[in-house]
Structures are given as C-alpha cells and as structure tokens.
C-alpha cells in the first residue's frame, strides 16, 4: 500500500456540507453568514502526548477529543477538521482501529475530515479543526471581569492518576486503574456546554495543562487574579486511597480532563446550575475573579481553614 492507497482506505469518507473534501491539492469550504471561523490546531506526539503503546482506537477518539474540547471553550460549533499523520511503519491493523476510534467520535458531531497529509517519521498526530460562532459572541480568555465566578464542569484528577500509575508513581488496583485509563483515552469534549455557555459566561478554556495552570491564562489575558477554595474542586472518586499530596497534585495541576474552566457573573449562578442539570453536567462553583496584586501569584488555593496553600507545582509545560 502506498500513501495514497492509504489516504483513500482509511481517511477518504464523503463530506456533506463541504464544497470540495479530499482528493485535491485544498479542500472548499464555505461559512455562514453573520459568522466567524474559529480554528484550532494540535499536535500529539508518542511519548510525550501519549504512551507509545497506546490502544490505537483509543487514540484515534482522543486526537479528535482535544480540539473539539478547544471548540467547546470557545463556544463555537465544530464544522470540519484536516488530519496529518506521521507513522514508522504501514500498520494496516493499527492504522483500521486508529480511523475507527476517531471517525466514531467525528460521527456524534457530524464532523467531516476535509484533507490533511501523511508521512513517514516518528508516530505523532496533527488535527486542525474549525468551527463557526456568531460574530462577537465567541468566549475569549480575556472576557474574564472582576467579581465573576470561577466554574469547572465536572471532576478532576482522574486522568493525572491514569498517568501517575503508568509511570509507575503510584499503584492503583485494577479496577480504579481501568476508570482512570479511560478518563484519560476517552475524554469527553464538552461541545453542549461551550454552545450554551455563550449567553451565561464571559471567558472560558478547556483544562488539559492542569487547573492552576490554565486558569492563569485567563487571569493573563483578562489582566485579573483568581482565587480558589480547594475544597469547592470537584475531585474524581478514583483518587481515593491516594496521599494528600498527590490529590492536590492531581486535582489542581494534573491536566488531561479536558474539562471546562469558564467564569461567569453572579447573576448567572442559578442559570448555571440549571444548564448543568438539562445537560447532566454537573457544574462546580470553585472561586472568584479578583484583583490581581504584584506580589501574589495570579492563581492561588485556599485550604479548608482559609489558609493560603503552598503548591509546590504548577500547571503542565512541554519545555520544563
């Protein structure tokens, strides 16, 4: 099999609602009026991004997972993505279960692949995907505004415990190991949630780099501070058994979720509360939008006393 053999077994599928798809040099397509495009792009490169033996469906579901969660934070609706791909090797059994994961995935949300490119190289995956929202309505980092809450959308550190067992940090029976595997293969884009949010939030982003440290990209952004009440964060059930230390760790800085951090005013508590009813979602409220002050980190968590804590971490960085 030859590139392009394999391009048209495993990646050539019709694409309603594009003016052109795959098969020439650009694909063709067009947006609603009255709209923006957002865009996205991200790269996932074998051990680094993922174990080297990862199940190849599972990577296939969660390639495509972490840009629509980039939709998702952004409030905008996916409408297509473009896919390039490196492999060592022609693996047509890695390559079959690889395009099922994602094409099942692309199918809850009808969202067809346009184009892309394939090379030989070291395993790595490159998804670009857009979506559309309505001119000026799209959720921005910098839309954060003093006094707002600070909401995630459901537990966290289940996926930074998946890791801290692979690596062998700590040890988890086979059960709880198994829940935290597939938080952190399968996450779920919470697409709904960022549409919705549109009318509720003033900023938002999606968690993959860990809670502290993706919140102080808004705090950045929108030139404010937050405060958290660690007891407010929502922890996943699966860290139970773990130390203090390594909750702390997982809950605030593991990353991987994929969940969504967004801010919205006071006003909008009850709204909230109701959406993440309708939605099943359940919506935490974990902090507050304030001021922000030289000598103090952007981001800082309150324990159960009130008292500053110390974290001896910060949010994911792939340079440090």
Not at 256 to 280: H, K, M
Request: aromatic fraction near 6%.
């Amino acid at each position: 099999m030859n590139e392009f053999d394999l391009i048209a077994k495993y990646f050539t599928r019709p694409a309603p609602g594009i003016d052109l798809g795959v098969g020439d040099d650009a694909a063709l397509v067009s947006i609603s009026p009255d709209h923006q495009l957002a865009i996205s792009v991200d790269m996932l490169v074998a051990g680094r991004h993922f174990f080297a033996d990862a199940d190849p469906e599972r990577l296939g579901h969660k390639c495509l997972a972490v840009n629509l969660s980039d939709m998702a934070a952004m409030g905008a609706k996916p409408t297509w993505f473009t896919l390039s791909l490196a492999l060592p090797e022609m693996n047509e059994v890695w390559l079959s279960s690889f395009s099922r994961g994602m094409f099942a995935l692309a199918d809850q949300f009808n969202l067809p692949l346009i184009g892309g490119d394939t090379t030989r190289g070291p395993l790595s995956i490159s998804i670009q995907i857009a979506g559309e929202v309505p001119k000026g309505r799209a959720l921005l980092r910098r839309g954060a505004q003093l006094g707002d809450d600070v909401w995630v959308s459901g537990p966290l550190g289940a996926a930074a415990a998946a890791v801290m067992h692979r690596t062998g940090r700590v040890v988890l029976d086979a059960t709880l190991a198994q829940r935290c595997d597939l938080r952190l293969d399968l996450p779920q884009p919470r697409v709904k949630l960022g549409l919705a949010l549109r009318d509720l939030a003033h900023s938002a982003l999606d968690i993959s780099d860990g809670l502290i440290g993706d919140l102080a990209h808004i705090c950045e952004q929108a030139g404010c501070a937050a405060i958290i009440d660690f007891k407010n964060v929502p922890q996943a059930i699966e860290l139970n058994g773990l130390s203090s230390e390594l909750i702390c760790e997982a809950v605030l800085a593991g990353g991987d979720d994929y969940e969504l951090c967004f801010t919205a005013p006071v006003v909008n508590r009850e709204a909230i509360e109701r959406l993440g009813g309708a939605l099943n979602t359940p919506l935490f409220r974990v902090g507050t939008i304030t001021c922000p002050n030289a000598n103090t980190p952007l981001v800082q968590v309150f324990d159960e006393a009130g008292q500053l804590m110390a974290l001896p971490f910060t949010g994911f960085d792939h340079f440090k």
